[in-house]
């Protein structure tokens, strides 16, 4: 069992920068694809990137270019760093976990943080 806390969100203002962590306990967590998720206010969970146990990523259109996504395991953490902060990146981010690189891009059956608000003012 793995269990997942998130931090690091906050107020921002747009053009601004921010740095999420997601750190796990339990499990070997250094095997498993982590990805980030996040959900704005009436609106569905979404993609945003996903790192594998070896480093190679993958981002939605929206964040490409943008976020970066990076992984320290000695530490047992995920980063997102996230530049270039628009508005519409207002959201509540989560972290996801699983062994398997679809399972956590679909973001079904895995492992999930409790979640960070970020909050990005114009």
């Known amino acids: 069992q793995v269990q997942l806390v998130e931090s690091g969100g906050r107020l921002v203002q747009a053009g601004g920068s921010l740095r999420l962590s997601c750190t796990a306990s339990?499990?070997?967590?250094?095997?498993?694809?982590v990805g980030w998720f996040r959900q704005a206010p009436g609106k569905e969970r979404e993609f945003v990137a996903a790192?594998?146990?070896?480093?190679?990523?993958t981002y939605s259109d929206s964040v490409k270019g943008r976020f970066s996504i990076s992984r320290d395991h000695a530490k047992n953490t995920v980063s997102l760093q996230m530049n270039n902060l628009k508005p519409e990146d207002t959201a509540v981010y989560y972290c996801?976990?699983?062994?398997?690189?679809?399972?956590?891009?679909?973001?079904?059956?895995?492992?999930w943080g409790q979640g960070t608000q970020v909050t990005v003012s114009s």
């Open positions: 996801a976990a699983d062994p398997s690189y679809t399972t956590v891009v679909a973001g079904t059956d895995v492992y």
């Open positions: 339990g499990g070997t967590f250094s095997f498993y694809v």
């Open positions: 790192i594998t146990w070896s480093g190679g990523s």
